[in-house]
């Protein structure tokens, strides 16, 4: 993603260029749609209208989302950006709704529209200028990682259809005298509101705490396990606070037998590659694990299988055993994928019967884990 200075003028510069241009937008397709009587160009002129309120709250979101951390709020306000997003899809709704009465209301009522060459004309030419808009807009969106103005792009791409199905009215309702006018509208409305959901959909996902994209997770899990004496690794969060903002932790496992102070400056040059090469502020725990004990890998081969018996999902990790006279504890971290459904306690009473099978001196003690990325 673009540095904050030259991220912040780009987002400014696409967000002025959409007001603009879907300012313009409204004035001649409201004043076509009022002069002729028709209700999907009226209805197109307010999907521009909720397209430059977009922009505007695009531009004030950004600008607020900017505001240097504080004691209330010490992770920042990135995440403005998103609530900016959601404001902008319940806009894109309202306007869609209304839009809807107003259509049924002309296929209620029907009343003829009055298309002239300049009014046509005016409208296919509105498309290539969205089209570039869209184009443009969702450029900018992608290059600077703005919800809002990835959405905002989408919106105006889909515009271009929403004015092709006016023109489509206006040619219906003038040359072949069919009372489509309404009907059309109302699929404008409806395809409205459609985009107020789709936008609703993409910024409630990171206010909701959505998992962080793959591509990041593995050049994090890279940079660790390219440290020396790293084995493996678990139990890592990602914390989105806005675009371009993300806090993390995880657990690095290395050898229990490893020079500490090795293995601890190796792990500071992996949080330092994170924070500097992708943009993370992480923090990564160290957990020792037994490697060359006989007694505790062929455990830990046994638990493994077992617990993939019960759902292939399932995986360990923490792995340790107490050995004592009467029994053998088993002591690890159980990690349960979201589409597995069981309860802990139902697992963990399957695994302790299928352990016990095995040796009636096993004896569980488990900590369930869910996977965050």
Known sequence: MLKNGTREKHVIQGSLVGLAANFLL????????????????????????????????TLVGFKMAGKPSDEQHPF????????????????????????????????LHPAPVQFSVLTFSL??????????????TRHIGKKTASPALQAAGRDSLNDVLVTLSTVISAV??????????GYIGLA????????????????TG???????????????????????GVTGIHDMIVHNYGPGRFIASAHAEVRADCDILK???????????????????????????????ALTNKLRDMVETQVRHIDPGLSI????????????????????????????????????????QQNPSYFTVITFDRNYI
């Open 26 to 57: 409204f004035l001649v397709k409201f004043f076509i749609g009022t002069v002729s009587g028709s209700v999907a160009v009226v209805a197109d002129s307010f999907n521009n209208l909720s397209d430059m309120g977009s922009s505007a709250v």
């Open 76 to 107: 920042g306000h990135g995440r403005i950006e998103y609530i900016s997003g959601l404001v902008v899809s319940f806009i894109v709704l309202f306007l869609g709704l209304e839009l809807v009465l107003d259509a049924a209301g002309k296929i």
């Open 123 to 136: 409208l296919c030419l509105s498309m290539p200028v969205k089209l570039g808009l869209g184009l443009y």
């Open 172 to 181: 219906l309702s003038t040359a072949c005298k069919l009372p489509a006018d």
């Open 188 to 203: 404008v409305s409806v395809f409205v509101i459609f985009s107020g959901i789709s936008i609703l959909r993409n910024t």
């Open 206 to 228: 990171p206010l909701l705490g959505q998992a962080p994209p793959r591509e990041m997770v593995g050049e994090i899990e890279k940079r660790i396990l390219d440290c020396p």
């Open 263 to 293: 293995i601890h400056d190796a792990i500071d040059l992996a949080e330092r590659r994170v924070t500097e090469e992708l943009g993370v502020l992480i923090t990564i725990h160290l957990d020792p694990i037994a490697t060359d004990d």
């Open 317 to 356: 990790h923490d792995f340790r055993i107490v050995c004592g006279d009467t029994h053998t504890n088993l002591i690890f971290d159980l990690t349960v994928p979201h589409a597995l459904k069981l309860a802990d306690g139902v697992i963990k009473e399957e695994l302790d019967a299928r352990l016990r």
